[in-house]
């Protein structure tokens, strides 16, 4: 099986702008969780999809939305860019059956 | 406020010897612990699970998992300089929602 894809791999953005990333998950996962990276706060949660609900949110402003469409693939959305919001931002994805997840290669976002 | 800790190293070991990388996590309802491995620049690799109390073994690695005292660790024999790397021990949060501790680094030396 192909495992987790993410695009794009890597962006450059300004402050002010907004961004959106996409996900595609393993096949027949239906659950989506994304995570932000960065060297000072290490792995922090963002938000889990399954079946296009959101089902977690972690603490991040209403800046940072997601949404999964009915192939499981999943967006998230960064709108109003800030300096702090440059990091890795990785996509997982789990079997129904099971709290295994598996990463994407992730997205590297800077923020210029 | 969930919480899971590790030791953030770095931590050096020796080619061929035994790395020990330690985690502790508050929640004592939690039932299942995983190991990730990130090489620098790439995302997390899934290495362990463990669920039960006790050892599990899986080639070079054997993960313990002690419920009683909120202690999951991760041991590496026969260390090779390919094991340097961080890693991140997760635990999910009610609703299964994964939490990372922020990582050992380990540093395997030739």
């Known amino acids: 099986k192909a495992g987790v894809t993410q695009t794009p791999r890597y962006l450059i953005k300004t402050r002010g702008q907004q961004v959106t990333l996409s996900c595609s998950p393993i096949?027949?996962?239906?659950?989506v969780s994304w995570y932000q990276q960065t060297p000072g706060q290490g792995l922090q949660f963002l938000f889990e999809?399954?079946?296009?609900?959101?089902?977690n949110k972690g603490n991040f402003p209403g800046r940072f939305s997601g949404r999964q469409f009915s192939n499981s693939r999943s967006e998230m959305n960064v709108s109003t860019l800030e300096l702090g919001d440059s990091a890795l931002y990785l996509c997982?994805?789990?079997?129904?059956?099971?709290?295994?997840?598996?990463f994407g290669p992730g997205t590297r976002l800077t923020v210029l | 406020q969930k919480e899971v800790e590790q030791n953030s190293g770095p931590l050096s070991v020796p080619e061929g010897a035994i790395a020990s990388l330690n985690c502790t996590y508050s929640?004592?309802?939690?039932?299942?612990f995983f190991w990730y491995r990130q090489y620098s620049g790439k995302s997390p690799e899934l290495i362990m699970s463990?669920?039960?109390?006790g050892d599990k073994e899986d080639g070079r690695f054997t993960a313990q998992l002690n419920k009683a005292s909120q202690y999951v660790s991760l041991l590496i024999r026969d260390s090779q300089p390919s094991d340097s790397a961080t890693y991140l021990c997760?635990?999910?949060?009610?609703?299964?929602?994964?939490?990372f501790g922020t990582g050992t680094r380990l540093t395997i030396i030739p």
């Open positions: 096949s027949g996962h239906r659950s």
């Open positions: 999809y399954f079946s296009e609900t959101q089902r």
């Open positions: 997982a994805s789990r079997p129904t059956s099971t709290d295994t997840q598996y």
């Open positions: 463990i669920y039960s109390n």
């Open positions: 929640d004592r309802v939690s039932q299942s």
């Open positions: 997760a635990v999910p949060f009610g609703n299964e929602k994964l939490t």
